[in-house]
């Protein structure tokens, strides 16, 4: 269930995933809007992969963090790339005092790489932060078996919960 935290209260492993996501966040393309945001995967080997938004003079191009993390993933060959690792853990960070929850299109690929289980975890600069689950995000979210008719017809995809 989705719980409103603050960031004294995490335990380490998510104080070092939202400082990932931070970290990440710095590098953020954003003239457009001014809003930097990171995210960091955490994957079930230990390892992390982060992106921050970029944006575009079209606007409509715009990347969010969440996505060009997980588009790194795949780039990586990890998590819902040719390895088989697996998101356990997702931190977004926005260097803003209230918390930035992911946008309906970040929801969609989070529910394609990882599991309705996975733990995404929303922080804001200030201390403030939500817990939830990518199937608390995004109930109900058609998913790689609902096209792949639960075969492995493609070149790799995730699981759904
Ligand atoms: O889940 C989200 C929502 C928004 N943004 C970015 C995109 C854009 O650069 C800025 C304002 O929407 O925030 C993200 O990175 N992730």
Known sequence: MTKDVTLDGLD???????EAAR??????YSPYSALRVGAALLLDDGRTVTGCNVENASYGLTMCAERVALGASVALGLAG?????RIVRVAVFCDRAEV??????????????AEGTTEVLCA???GP??????????PDAIGPRDVLGGGTGGASAGEQD
């Open 129 to 138: 932060a939500r817990i939830t689950t990518v199937g608390e995000l995004l």
């Open 12 to 18: 380490p492993e998510g104080r070092a995933l939202v």
């Open 81 to 85: 790339g040719q390895d088989s690792s």
């Open 124 to 126: 804001s600069a200030e």
């Open 23 to 28: 970290a990440v966040s710095a590098r953020a």
């Open 100 to 113: 930035l929850m992911p946008c309906g299109a970040c929801r969609q690929v989070l529910a394609e790489f």
